[in-house]
């Protein structure tokens, strides 16, 4: 069977945000598809939507912090994520797949390509290996663009609109 878009060496589709790059991205409102409560090892967000509550199906609100399952559905993330209109995203930068052209290209403010790989962390708090892929924060909304621009995080910053 081939790999879908964010397949990593694991296979799995829970890869934790480095809780430094949220810190130095300032405070977001929600985070669609957190964790579990009782499993999350920090918070991204004020408030947080898990597998549970299905995050994609529920009505987002504010500054949205968006690590979507990496998989097949990675995209619908993104989509709901462009209307809404005011987030952070961070997937794999796999810039030449269908959807990255749908939902990023065609939709997005801007991208930011980290310098090297970063690594994640497992859904124990505990620091991962590294992905088989570089990753991008996307951002939708000037403040986002700002937010990015000012965090002090290594990469390039490229507006597309």
Excluded: Q
């Amino acid at each position: 069977m081939g790999k879908s878009f964010n397949t990593n060496t694991n296979n799995t589709e829970e890869w934790l945000t480095p809780p430094e790059i949220i810190k130095s991205l300032g405070e977001f409102e929600l985070d669609p598809c957190s964790p579990e409560k009782n499993v999350r090892p920090w918070d991204t967000a004020k408030n947080h939507y898990s597998k549970s509550d299905n995050g994609l199906s529920k009505e987002w609100f504010g500054r949205i912090w968006c690590n979507p399952p990496y998989g097949r559905n990675t995209f619908l993330w993104l989509n709901k994520l462009a209307g809404h209109g005011n987030g952070i995203a961070l997937i794999f930068a796999r810039t030449e797949t269908k959807g990255f052209h749908e939902e990023i290209w065609n939709k997005a403010d801007a991208i930011f390509f980290f310098k090297g790989r970063i690594c994640f962390y497992h859904i124990n708090g505990n620091i991962g290996e590294r992905p088989n892929a570089a990753s991008c924060l996307v951002a939708y909304g000037r403040n986002n663009i700002e937010s990015i621009r000012n965090s002090g995080l290594t990469g390039k910053l490229v507006w597309i609109k």
